[in-house]
Nanobody
Framework: QVQLKESGGGSVQAGGSLRLSCAAS????????MGWFRQAPGKEREFVGA????????NYADFVEGRFTISRDYAKNILYLEMHSLEPEDTAVYYC?????????????????WGQGTQVTVSS
């Protein structure tokens, strides 16, 4: 079992920045591939980006357009999502997720563990 807990969400104006954290505990966190997803009101959950456990390779959804960066601190068991140039369209609940078997997956069904989410609200 892996327990995940997101933090760092909040309200910012368009153009602002936030850094989300995802603290992991439980079974060998470092061997999990990690991802970030988000869900806006009335919309399906969508992939934001992911990172491989083996070499920290990352991939991102097209809408990120270089604005977001995923990183992880193995010593602290924390996953980060640094977001810049935020837009109102980025308003959503952001979730971190862990996948033991699949790396860099864009599909939420391939993740085994999820956090409870943290709200990000971007005002214009």
């Amino acid at each position: 079992q892996v327990q995940l807990k997101e933090s760092g969400g909040g309200s910012v104006q368009a153009g602002g920045s936030l850094r989300l954290s995802c603290a992991a505990s439980g079974r060998t966190y470092s061997h999990y591939n990690m991802g970030w997803f988000r869900q806006a009101p009335g919309k399906e959950r969508e992939f934001v980006g992911a990172i491989l456990w083996s070499d920290s390779t990352t991939n991102y959804a097209d809408f990120v357009e270089g604005r977001f960066t995923i990183s992880r601190d193995y010593a602290k068991n924390i996953l980060y999502l640094e977001m810049h140039s935020l837009e109102p369209e980025d308003t959503a609940v952001y979730y971190c997720a862990a996948s033991f078997y699949v790396g860099l997956s864009m599909y939420d069904g391939e993740y085994n563990y999820w956090g409870q989410g943290t709200q990000v609200t971007v005002s214009s």
